[in-house]
């Protein structure tokens, strides 16, 4: 199934609340008298994870909305 621009929009806003999450873990974790470094390590390996994903789903978003023609426009790159 493709991704449409609303779809990945959708997941975009999913991703970025899932990174703010865990960044809020982080801080959390790193305020505590004796943080749990390898809780630390889990927490940013899935953040910077998520990043990634998010990232890709923007260019993906963005490829397809700049491919996508827009009504009433017309296409100059074709003869």
């Not at 493709?2 to 865990?22: F, Q």
């Not at 927490?43 to 923007?58: E, M, N, P, Q």
């Amino acid at each position: 199934m493709a991704d449409t621009p609303s779809r990945l929009t959708r997941k975009i806003e999913g991703l970025k609340a899932r990174h703010a999450a865990l960044k809020s873990e982080i801080e959390a974790e790193m305020r505590r008298p004796m943080p749990d470094w390898q809780r630390l390590r889990r927490l940013k390996s899935t953040r910077l994870k998520v990043k990634d994903v998010l990232h890709a789903c923007r260019a993906a978003r963005d490829a397809i909305t700049l491919r996508a023609p827009r009504p009433g426009m017309r296409d100059f790159a074709r003869p």
